[in-house]
């Protein structure tokens, strides 16, 4: 019996330090972080009210919006968005600075040399971003998550299981001068950059997975994906032939993002079709070529814009103030600035106003600018705004200069109060600044109020789709179909405040009730599988022509699309024509404009076997009203 008892002391002991240890393990990994660098303290210039994750890079490549041109047919291929040394940093409200990457081993041994768009994980314990490694890594970008206390370093896309593009890329020839196989060149030539939070595990990311160059240049096109907690790989979301950007998740479950609307195709002079715009051509409408603010639902539905304006809508960010704010150009070549506006601030419509026109005088909404000043009255370049709990922003920037920004490692990080109505708007405070890299992409740490359950698409109500198709070119089509509905083609939707004329007339965009039919265009990628021809350009070509159903006092559309491409869609009239309508008011002026029902300013795109829901065919696009006020978790 002693014998026993002495045992199950023994036994008894061994498990208290058992769970000691596991306890001990537990709490370690909760609260374990590395030191902090000292040797940073000197460039802290004030104190935030909570932490701050930002970049330290050798370029200002991080504000880049658009793909660099090449098209990257040699070994690595083309990295966009790259710089020589990239660092992920946190700035404590104690002043104390942390390097969360430099220095780092990866689980597989591998270091990470530069890195780019940071954001802070619903729970805000957790960073996902972009990285690169180093040699003998290709150094393309994948997105990487690490714990907000430097704990957790992983890697989360282009990993073994990951298949990489879904279709052929350009890069062609291994490092060598070999000739690198399909599967090779698809596991390795995409980057991963500009990761967000879903709420429910999963995250969103704008890729160059979908191999495309555009028309009318060779820059690597970029959509956003989506790597769902279901999922092993990554599945699209947009369809973009040229670059979406910075996509942002807010409180009410849409995915916020700027889009590069550079739609080569323009409506013909005699209004019969949808055409590849040329320079010595004449045409109804101009090619767009402008950065959109556009959000849509993370299961694809709803697309639609936030901010439509003739600047550049860049990195938009939800405000706890209710506004979104977002950074554009600058009056000087290089440089940028801060705005804030209501979501629906819409006042040009690039696709789809005619030629000869220009926009109305229009009342309403208008953009609110940001801090340009320091406090000694330096006027600042300032860029890459997010949220801070207390109705305050943080941001990046640098002093412009005579000629410019003429260093760009004084970008540094700044903050100010959110509330920019006030003239003149508040000075910008500096944070931090290290002197020889440039700082930017800062944001806030905190748990966000982001939903955790994304809404279901619904069903298709009993419809099947077709075995095949026979298309306007002849070719019969058997690939996957998605089903389109538009219930309410001829309405002028919800209007925000600013399509009304300066006058209080309106709206602004007509709705398009002499709209017949609708004319489906495919706007097909480049093609690099060709054993000769290094890029075959992709063609863009009317593929279908579809009656209106008739629904009661109603007129719809309900189709099953080809999902093989991205599309065009256009509204036709009684002869066949794409339909054209006049602005029913004027302005102060006495100027009405002329639009077209072509929804060109955008490529769409849906998935097999998928419900896809529209609104009209507005000349300003669709609009919902929503609200994209910043939110913490309770």
């Known amino acids: 019996m002693k014998l026993r008892s002495t045992r ?11 769970i000691i240890v596991l306890t001990s393990y537990a709490a370690w990994k909760t609260w374990f972080h590395f030191p902090s660098s000292p040797e940073l303290t000197p460039f802290v210039q004030a104190r935030p009210g909570v932490p701050i994750v930002f970049t330290s890079r050798a370029t200002t490549a991080s504000l880049e919006a658009a793909a660099p041109e090449g098209e990257g047919y040699e070994y690595p291929g083309k990295i966009s968005w790259a710089s020589s040394e990239g660092r992920l940093r946190r700035l404590d409200p104690d002043g104390k600075v942390y390097e969360l990457t430099w220095g780092r081993t990866l ?50 896309t282009g990993g073994p299981d990951d298949p990489g593009c879904n279709a052929v ?61 279901e999922h092993r790989t990554p599945i699209p979301l947009t369809a973009n032939r040229n670059n979406d950007r910075w996509p942002v998740m807010v409180a009410n479950n849409y ?34 070529d402008v950065w959109i603010g556009t959000r849509v639902l993370p299961d694809g539905d709803q697309f639609g814009y936030t901010i439509k304006i003739a600047r550049a809508v860049w990195r938009q960010r939800p405000m706890f103030n209710g506004k979104v704010a977002f950074m554009t150009s600058g009056e000087r070549p290089g440089t940028f600035r801060l705005a804030q506006a209501e979501v629906g601030l819409i006042q040009i419509a690039p696709s789809s106003l005619s030629a000869t026109n220009e926009m109305p005088a229009q009342s309403g909404d208008s953009l609110v600018w940001g801090p340009d000043r320091d406090e000694t009255g330096l006027q ?43 003239r003149p708007s508040p000075n910008a405070e500096p944070l931090f600044n290290d002197p020889r890299l440039v700082d930017t992409e800062p944001v806030a740490v905190y748990q966000r109020d982001y939903p955790t359950k994304v809404p279901e698409r619904p069903q298709q109500k009993g419809r099947n789709p077709p075995e095949k198709i026979s298309l306007l070119n002849g070719h019969v089509y058997q690939g996957p179909f998605a089903f389109h509905e538009n219930p309410v083609t001829f309405s002028p939707g919800a209007f925000p405040p600013s399509q009304k004329m300066d006058t209080g007339a309106g709206p602004v965009f007509p709705a398009f009730a002499n709209v017949k039919a609708i004319a489906v265009y495919a706007a097909r990628r480049d093609r690099f599988d060709d054993p000769r021809v290094l890029r075959v350009p992709g063609s863009y070509e009317r593929i279908l022509t579809l009656p209106l159903e008739n629904d009661g006092p109603r007129a719809v559309a309900r189709v099953w699309l080809p999902t093989e491409s991205p599309h065009v869609l256009a509204g036709l009239d009684a002869e066949g024509k794409i339909a054209k309508l006049q602005s029913s008011s004027a302005d102060s002026r006495g100027r009405r404009a002329t639009f077209y029902a072509v929804a060109g300013d955008h490529y ?31």
């Open 380 to 422: 600042l370049s300032a860029v890459t705004p997010t949220p801070h709990p207390g109705n305050r922003v943080v941001f990046a920037a640098a002093p412009i200069g005579e000629n410019g920004v003429t260093d760009p490692a004084s970008y540094g990080l700044y903050w100010s109060s959110d509330d920019w109505s006030a």
């Open 169 to 229: 890329p350009p890069l062609r020839y291994a490092s060598d001068g070999s000739t690198m196989s399909d599967e090779d060149r698809k596991r390795l030539d995409y980057d991963d950059v500009d990761p967000v939070d879903r709420g429910d595990g999963g995250i969103v990311f704008a890729t160059s997975r979908a191999p495309d160059l555009g028309r009318g240049h060779s820059r690597r096109a970029t959509q956003l994906w989506q790597l769902l907690p």
């Open 255 to 288: 995915v916020f993002f700027s889009m590069w609307s550079r739609n080569r195709e323009t409506v013909s002079a005699d209004r019969k079709d949808v055409v590849p715009w040329e320079s010595n051509g004449s045409f109804a409408t101009n090619p767009t």
């Open 107 to 156: 689980p597989d041994g591998s270091t990470l040399i530069d890195v780019m768009s940071p954001s802070i994980m619903r729970d805000g314990k957790r960073i996902v971003f972009a990285g690169r490694k180093a040699p003998p890594d290709p150094g393309r970008f994948r997105i990487y998550e690490v714990g907000v206390n430097g704990s957790y370093l992983r890697q989360i």
């Open 8 to 18: 199950a002391k023994i036994t008894l002991v061994f498990l208290g330090l058992g």
């Open 604 to 634: 769409s795109g849906s998935k097999p076997g998928t419900y896809n829901f529209c609104l009209g065919c507005h000349a300003g696009h669709t609009f919902n009203p929503i609200d994209p006020t910043e939110k913490m978790a309770k």
